[in-house]
């Protein structure tokens, strides 16, 4: 597997994709992690621009608008998910109304039952416009960019990004010094960084802990020996341990095994490379194995010494829970329990898009005993699958994943093999196992990431050339 010289210069159009996709980027991470008002409606009017930037390069002449209209495919799964939320919007199942001077939402039941219908029209086009911004800004890096050096540059600004955020959340922890050092305050008492919850940053650091590694063993697939240590890889290999570091700092017990799991894999891979590498050159692997083993030992060693506050915090925090004999997971398996019966009364189409805290009512209305007030005012269901279930039904949540699979069906099994391709997607992959249990994509800033990285990841397979295996002599 090669490169081929990559000579392609940079058009305006690639300019304008790239511009915009790092405003995105940059924007929805610093401020608040993209999950304040203000900030989610800047970023879907920044997202907007996405649509004319698609239809100018669907319009370029010669070979390069053929490409981005052979693309269009991919858009099919996700433009009838636009569709299916557009029609719930004309078909209501709620109507507002005041209660003692407070307005309130009432099940009247939609006018036409058998077809998609939503609680709340002006919240089901908030969201549609929230993140169809974001997935079409992603997918003009597919159809526009022509340079594999356009692609590491944005890789690299993730991983840059992530590391000026650990550190900042890190000096954060460390000096106690609250949200933004002081200069705002966090809705919730638990965040880390620029990130209102912790559980985002774990998600949304995840997914940059993965890139870093990519273009750390893809630095190490270019330089061998002293070269290695004086190319990229050192600072590639410092910004890896910045970001592995702040999971456990964020004290989110998700955020540090999923750090740790891909720790590990980062570490076998490493291993596995030296084997190889030590067997060709004819030189003993123990010296090589040792240092690296001491690298990740000294890296934990580190991790628990500035992260000791926090996750003995964490630790007693489930000990009481324990010896209390209460489950840790007993309430929230009882509000993915109400969430399925919720889907189950809408199958097909489900409730509405970001109908979820007012529908959740159904199941369990807000008027019972006190003893039970907290759990009726869950506005997600930490579940992001099973939302997706009651929010978009069979039908939605099935083209959710087709607009995943479809884009995937192209990619080929040796072009995976590619670090800036399989790293990026492992970290999708880990994010996606963890929305079985959270809600990472209400952040804005985590979404953004995400489809950039599924969208970089795929184009830089197709940059990549498959050269056959030298024939056996």
Same mark, same amino acid.
């Given at each position: 597997m090669t490169h081929a010289h990559d000579s392609h210069r940079l058009s305006w159009l690639d300019w304008a994709v790239l511009i915009h996709v790092s405003a995105l980027l940059l924007f929805s991470s610093w401020v608040f992690g993209g999950?304040?008002?203000?900030?989610?409606?800047?970023?879907?009017?920044?997202?907007?621009?996405?649509?004319?930037?698609?239809?100018a390069a669907c319009l370029l002449g010669h070979g390069r608008g053929r490409h981005a209209r052979r693309k269009l495919g991919w858009l099919i799964p996700p433009a009838l998910y636009a569709g299916l939320v557009l029609a719930s919007t004309f078909n209501p199942s709620f109507a507002s109304t005041f209660i003692d001077g407070s307005l309130l939402m009432a099940h009247k039941g939609a006018t036409h039952p058998q077809w998609p219908s939503t609680v709340s029209a002006a919240q089901s086009l908030d969201s549609l416009w929230f993140g169809a911004g974001f997935y079409l800004s992603a997918f003009n890096l597919a159809v526009v960019i022509r340079s594999r050096r356009a692609l590491h540059f944005l890789l690299v600004l993730i991983s840059v990004n992530a590391v %000026? *955020?650990?550190?900042?959340? $890190? &000096?954060?922890?460390?000096?106690?010094?609250?949200?933004? @050092?002081?200069?705002?305050?966090?809705?919730?008492?638990?965040f880390f960084a620029s990130f209102i919850y912790y559980n985002h940053w774990g998600a949304f650091m995840v997914l940059c802990?993965?890139?870093?590694a990519g273009l750390l063993f893809n630095q190490a697939k270019h330089h061998q020996g002293r070269d290695l240590w004086q190319s990229p890889f050192s600072a590639a290999l410092v910004g890896f341990l910045f970001i592995a570091i702040?999971?456990?700092?964020s004290a989110s017990r998700a955020a540090i095994a999923m750090s740790a799991l891909l720790v590990a894999v980062a570490t076998v891979n490493a291993l596995l490379r030296l084997a190889s590498a030590r067997r060709l050159a004819h030189r003993p692997?123990?010296?090589?194995?040792? %240092? *690296?083993?001491?690298?990740? $030992? &000294?890296?934990?060693?580190?991790?628990?010494?500035?992260? @000791?506050?926090?996750?003995?915090?964490r630790y007693h925090q489930t000990q009481i829970a324990l010896d209390q004999n209460q489950s840790l997971w007993g309430e929230r398996l009882a509000v993915y329990a109400d969430t399925a019966e919720l889907a189950r009364r809408q199958p097909v189409f489900g409730w509405g898009l970001n109908s979820y805290d007012i529908a959740f009512q159904l199941v369990r209305p807000r008027s019972i005993?006190?003893?039970?007030?907290?759990?009726?005012?869950?506005?997600?269901?930490?579940?992001?699958?099973?939302?997706s279930l009651a929010e978009t039904g069979l039908v939605g949540t099935s083209l959710l994943l087709l607009t995943l699979a479809v884009p995937l069906a192209h990619l080929t099994r040796r072009k995976l093999r590619h670090p800036l391709v399989a790293y990026p997607l492992l970290g999708l992959a880990i994010v996606l196992l963890y929305a079985l249990v959270e809600f990472p994509f209400s952040s804005g800033a985590f979404l953004i990431t995400f489809w950039v990285l599924f969208f970089t990841a795929l184009r830089k397979a197709e940059l990549t050339v498959d050269t056959p295996p030298p024939p056996h002599a």
């Open positions: 999950n304040i008002w203000w900030a989610r409606l800047t970023l879907s009017i920044w997202g907007s621009l996405a649509l004319p930037l698609c239809i %000026a *955020l650990a550190v900042m959340g $890190t &000096l954060q922890k460390l000096s106690g010094s609250g949200f933004y @050092f002081g200069a705002a305050t966090s809705p919730n008492v638990r802990l993965a890139t870093t702040s999971g456990p700092l692997l123990w010296p090589a194995a040792t %240092a *690296l083993l001491a690298v990740v $030992t &000294l890296t934990i060693a580190a991790v628990a010494w500035l992260g @000791f506050r926090g996750i003995s915090e005993a006190a003893s039970r007030s907290t759990e009726n005012h869950y506005a997600t269901a930490h579940n992001d699958w099973v939302q």
